[in-house]
């Protein structure tokens, strides 16, 4: 991808950009491409996972738990920690 096709991925939505990787993984995967347009797709390839797994990224970290209270109530949130 050039510096223009980066920035198209700008506003892309996360299930848009995981289809184009899709695709991308397709055509590599059937040899549908000479080596140069492999290399490429590879190279958009790479740039869609990233976006993808920034967008994921920042999912994740919007997400909160629901803390409970000795009452079983809820009592408020906490950000979601993975580790």
Same mark, same amino acid.
């Not at 991808?1 to 980066?6: F, L, R």
């Not at 299930?15 to 040899?31: D, N, P, T, Y």
């Given at each position: 991808? *050039? +510096? !223009?096709?980066t &920035?198209?991925l700008? =506003?892309?939505?996360?299930? &848009? $950009?995981l !289809?184009?990787?899709?695709?991308? /993984?397709? #055509?590599?995967e !059937? =040899?549908e /491409?000479?080596?140069? %347009?492999s290399?490429?797709l590879?190279?958009q +390839? #790479?740039q @869609?996972? !990233?976006?993808?797994e $920034?967008? @994921?990224?920042? %999912? #994740? &970290?919007?997400?909160e738990l629901? #803390?409970v209270g000795p009452? =079983?109530e809820p009592? =408020? *949130?906490?950000?979601?920690? *993975?580790?």
């Amino acid at each position: 991808m *050039t +510096g !223009a096709d980066t &920035a198209s991925l700008d =506003g892309l939505s996360f299930e &848009a $950009a995981l !289809a184009r990787l899709e695709k991308i /993984v397709h #055509q590599l995967e !059937a =040899g549908e /491409v000479d080596l140069e %347009a492999s290399i490429g797709l590879y190279e958009q +390839g #790479q740039q @869609l996972k !990233a976006y993808c797994e $920034a967008k @994921l990224k920042a %999912a #994740q &970290a919007r997400i909160e738990l629901i #803390q409970v209270g000795p009452d =079983g109530e809820p009592k =408020g *949130t906490r950000p979601f920690d *993975t580790e």
